[in-house]
């Protein structure tokens, strides 16, 4: 079948440019297509060679598809052809392509390093790989590099010991006892050790631990161990080092991801030194700035509200005020003074600095966080309180919580506010920020010290096992071709390089690729599909060939060979013509998209040159009527959040296992009403889709749409078995099987199958009245072997009569009765099928009657 390609895939499958060229490829947008057609095109024009092919992609899976794809290409193209000159070259073509180097980045580093091991030596000029060397684990990554970790820190530990433990009374040294003399001789060589200057040059890997310094300052060992002291106990909360062992392996990981990572940890450490001098020029300050600038109108609008309101009102007309009152009125004046100043400094021509140390000022004029309980009430004034809350809260609090140095973001007015995570930037001023940074240049140093020393030690056991990891593929690579020699033999050998899914390249593969100084590298990717910076990927590296490179398409016509000579420079050809989906969806998503995915929230800007037009021809939709899209925020009403669930209709019958299931319950409570519009406007339930985040989510939903009697489908199927009726019927069956299992006791004897349930007090009764049991099944059998009295008596003694002998006797009984019936069941599964015993236990428990009464009855009879 002949593919009709778009202009802009032409463009990208016939570029010939001696230039890198990015390929923004969005969502079905036929980027694999292409780069195949593209690869099959040079081929055959004999443009370059398959064996002068470098195709890295993301995954080994993607280079099997890739190599699958081309060898199809090439059968298809053999089984078409009818010259047999071209016939012969695609057989050849065919036999030659597995010598292509179509892999994963790491298998082709991983080659480099096989070919050119040699190369790789310490600063002794020993060889770092022994002929033989294998890849670890995982599980002895882990190892390996926990040891490495216990090693460095014991090391600074003992150093650490001597300085404490110099305190020797001179006095008490009288040069007589030659065992003083020997202590004394100790304490004086400590002292040489704490007092020398250590190296500031990188150490290679060593046999001996040698601190450093990366600041190139004269510094003694004592004050290094100093600053470490203060690092480990800033990190490690308590006297364990869990947390510091923690954060180096983390931060190990991640330095691990960049090219020259000791050479970038200097670099950053630089750039803090620089931030502790003038924090006006750190970027945190523009955007902390901005942030207040977004929120001063609402705060404004708030507060007017606030102080000219309904409540307000009726708190002034009272006879007599209270102090809360008071209080009220006066935080409501301070506020509104302070946001007023922010104002007038905001839209000043004063620097960044002192806007901000005005800020700091107003944030500390304020008195405390004006907090209101929210109670439901139907009362006038209750309900000119509720107004309030709901005006002032989520207009003015924003602001607040980024000046006030009492607002406390763990409280509960913080969570309902979703305020949390907000960062109270302007709590400390300027100069108190650099004197607060300007004592973390030490800590902070010695902290990518110790990491660097963690990586030469792992280096050390990894060469003793004649091993590497998966991240040594990278860096040994680019230590390889670091040598002019071995880059000028891989530049000859690579003609044209492509990379698939490049917006999830990280620092260190950018770096290796530039090495090769390969004129035609093709990346092809698409930024907004990044998931993988938990694997340390940049998608920034994209971003910025993104805003660079010219477009192509704008100088197709004109094109001179000199009019990109620098190697960073390329072009750009977007695909974003989308082939898998409607003209209605892909409008939906590109106005959504284009609302929140801007620059400093998404770190891309939804413009024409990112949205996706419409490519299917042979779709015919018909406009019933215009294309919309709106947002509504799903705010849960005040009265709703203050109930229980059980007053609630339409959540009365649903079981949650924790609040957040309930506030998710009522989230999707408020999108019932915009179902139930849309419905009475005539859409079918079919023309609905929920999508939440999480299969946990879409099942909460699910259970109140259909609570709330839309017909509904799709979510976390549950399996056969973890559906509730039919894991308390197996829990019963293990009971039945074994009488001393506490977990299926205690299950059975909580539900309401036999008529008999047993609340949590009553367990915890019986729990306590027989001390000396361990198990549960043994409390059961313990309480058992006693008769009713026996049983009263004991009780009166464990409780001192607590609680009343009816209670303790209704309690007794109801056991007996349970018991009975198990052990009734338990003989019967003697005899009895399992499907006969089932049906005795439904015609006792009357389980399906009970199930009849439940939401989704009609299911869970099907299910059972």
């Known amino acids: 079948m002949t593919i009709k390609w778009t202009k802009e895939q032409l463009q990208a499958i016939e570029y010939d440019q001696p230039n890198p060229l990015l390929v923004s490829a969005a969502a079905g947008s036929g980027k694999t297509a292409v780069l195949i057609e593209r690869i099959f095109r040079r081929v055959m024009s004999k443009q370059v060679e398959p064996e002068e092919l470098l195709v890295a992609t993301f995954t080994d899976k993607a280079a099997a598809q890739m190599r699958q794809k081309i060898d199809q290409k090439l059968a298809e193209a053999m089984k078409n052809e009818q010259d047999p000159e071209t016939l012969r070259y695609l057989r050849e073509l065919k036999r030659r392509f597995p010598l292509a180097q179509i892999s994963t980045i790491h298998a082709f580093c991983l080659n480099l390093i096989r070919e050119f091991g040699a190369y790789l030596t310490d600063s002794n000029q020993q060889l770092i790989l022994q002929p033989g060397f294998s890849v670890m684990s995982d599980t002895y990554r882990k190892i390996f590099l926990d040891q490495a970790i ?9 150093k650490l010991s001597y300085l404490e433990s110099d305190s020797i009374d001179q006095q ?10 020997k202590d004394l001789a100790e304490k004086s060589s400590r002292e040489d050790v704490t007092t020398s200057l250590i190296s500031s040059e990188i150490p290679d890997t060593q046999d001996e631990i040698e601190l450093f310094s990366l600041t190139n300052e004269s510094l003694t060992e004592r004050e290094w161990l100093e600053d470490f002291d203060r690092l480990a106990l800033m990190i490690s909360d308590s006297l364990y080092d869990v947390r510091l062992r923690e954060e180096i392996a983390g931060s190990w990981a991640k330095l691990r991801s960049m090219a020259y990572f000791e050479k970038v940890s200097g670099q950053m450490l630089k750039e803090f030194q620089a931030t502790a001098k003038n924090f006006a020029n750190h970027p945190v300050v523009e955007y902390a700035l901005d942030q207040i600038e977004s929120l001063i109108n609402p705060a404004l609008e708030g507060l007017e509200f606030a102080l000219n309101s309904e409540h307000m009102r009726i708190v002034s007309n009272k006879k007599k005020l209270n102090k809360e009152d008071i209080e009220l009125q006066e935080r409501l004046i301070l506020e509104l003074e302070a946001v007023n100043d922010i104002a007038k400094a905001m839209h000043s021509n004063q620097s960044a600095t002192e806007k901000w140390n005005l800020i700091h000022d107003a944030g500390k004029s304020l008195g405390d966080v004006i907090v209101l309980a929210k109670r439901q009430s139907t009362t006038k004034p209750g309900l000119a309180k ?12 924003p602001l607040i919580a980024l000046i006030h140095p009492k607002f406390n973001h763990s409280s509960a007015l913080a ?10 930037y302007f709590i400390r001023s300027t100069f108190e920020i650099e004197q607060d940074l300007q004592t973390m240049i030490g800590p902070l140093a010695r902290f990518f010290e110790t990491i660097i020393l963690v990586d030469r030690r792992y280096q050390k056991i990894k060469r003793r096992f004649n091993q590497i990891d998966f991240n040594d593929f990278e860096h040994y690579a680019l230590r390889l071709l670091d040598r002019p020699e071995i ?15 490049y917006q999830d390249t990280n620092p260190i593969q950018e770096t290796l690729i530039s090495r090769i100084k390969c004129p035609r590298t093709f990346m092809v990717g698409d930024l907004k599909q990044s998931i993988y910076r938990f694997r340390f990927a940049d998608p920034g590296l994209f971003r910025k060939k993104l805003e660079n490179f010219f477009l192509f398409e704008d100088y197709l016509d004109h094109i001179q060979p000199d009019d990109l000579p620098s190697m960073s420079s390329g072009y750009t050809i977007l695909l974003n013509r989308n082939f898998r989906s409607k003209a209605t969806l892909l409008e939906g998503i590109n106005e959504l998209f284009s609302w929140f995915m801007q620059r400093k929230i998404a770190e891309l800007e939804y413009d024409e040159t990112q949205m996706l037009i419409p490519g299917r ?3 015919d939709e018909i406009e019933s009527e215009p294309r919309r899209i709106s947002l509504e925020h799903l705010a849960i009403p005040y009265e709703l959040d203050l109930l229980e669930p059980k007053l609630i209709p339409e959540l009365a019958k649903l079981d949650f296992e924790s609040g957040a299931e309930f506030e998710l319950a009522l989230e999707a409570l408020q999108s019932v009403r915009i179902i139930k519009r849309e419905l009475i406007s005539g859409r079918k339930p079919a023309d609905i889709a929920v999508l939440g985040r999480t299969h946990r989510i879409s099942s909460i939903y699910k259970k109140v749409l259909s609570a709330s009697g839309i017909p509904v489908s799709g979510g976390k199927q549950e399996t056969f ?7 308390f019927l197996t829990q019963l069956m293990s009971l039945l ?10 299950s059975v004897m909580r539900s309401p199958i036999f008529g008999l349930p047993f609340d949590e007090n009553e367990l915890l009764i019986l729990r306590l009245s027989q001390p000396e049991a361990y198990y549960f099944h043994e409390v059961i059998q313990m309480t058992l072997d006693l008769n009713s009295e026996e049983y009263l008596d004991l009780a009166d003694r464990i409780f001192d009569q607590a609680y009343p002998r009816e209670t303790i006797r209704r309690i007794y009984k109801k056991l007996q009765n349970f018991y009975q019936i198990v052990i009734d069941l338990r003989a019967q599964s003697k005899w009895l099928s399992l499907a006969e015993l089932l049906d005795n236990i439904f015609r006792i428990a009357d389980y399906p009657d009970y199930l009849t009464g439940l939401p989704f009855a009609a299911q869970r009879l099907a299910d059972v």
Not at 150 to 158: F, G, N, P, S
Not at 172 to 180: A, K, T
């Open 150 to 158: 216990d090693e460095v820190l014991t090391h600074i530990y003992e």
């Open 172 to 181: 008490e040294i009288d040069g007589s006892d030659p065992l003083q003399t």
């Open 386 to 397: 509720l107004d309030f809350i709901a005006e002032y809260e989520p207009k003015v609090l």
């Open 415 to 424: 969570k309902r506010n979703h305020l949390e995570a907000v960062q109270p």
């Open 487 to 501: 880059a000028e033999i891989v530049h000859q050998r690579y003609k044209e390089i492509y990379l698939d899914e």
């Open 617 to 619: 021809e042979d779709i």
């Open 721 to 727: 078995l973890e559906t509730p009726e039919l894991r």
């Open 737 to 746: 099987d074994n009488m001393q299992q506490d977990i299926p006791l205690a």
